[in-house]
C-alpha cells in the first residue's frame, strides 16, 4: 500500500437472525464493494468501513449483540413489557456486567 492510497479495508454489515461474527465483518476493496452493492448489499444493511480488523470486529459484535437481543426479546413473554424498561444491561457467562445503558421508560 502506498502512502495514503487505502488499496484494502474492512467492511462491515447488519448481521441476519442467523449471522455468525465470521459472515459480517470481512477484508476488502472499493471494486469488491461496488459488486457487492450490485448483488444486493443496500444502505439498509447500513454498511460501515474500517481501516482495521480489530475496529471491524468490534463493530461487529455491537450488531450481532442487537440482533440476538431483538430476537430473544420478540421470542419472549415479556415483549409487552419491554416499553417500561429503564437500563440495558449485558452479562456475561459469570453474570458480571459488560455492558450497561440508560434507555429510558
Known amino acids: 500500500m502506498s502512502s495514503g492510497r487505502i488499496d484494502k479495508f474492512w467492511a462491515v454489515h447488519d448481521p441476519s437472525d442467523f449471522s455468525t461474527l465470521d459472515d459480517i465483518p470481512f477484508e476488502t476493496t472499493i471494486e469488491s464493494i461496488i459488486l457487492q452493492a450490485k448483488g444486493g448489499l443496500c444502505v439498509e444493511e447500513r454498511p460501515r468501513m474500517f481501516l482495521d480488523r480489530e475496529s471491524a470486529e468490534a463493530d461487529a459484535l455491537a450488531r450481532l449483540a442487537v440482533v440476538r437481543g431483538l430476537s430473544a426479546i420478540s421470542g419472549s413473554q415479556a415483549v409487552g413489557d419491554v416499553a417500561k424498561?429503564?437500563?440495558l444491561r449485558l452479562l456475561?457467562?459469570?453474570?458480571d456486567v459488560i455492558f450497561q445503558a440508560e434507555i429510558g421508560g
Open 85 to 87: 424498561a429503564t437500563t
Open 92 to 95: 456475561d457467562a459469570d453474570g
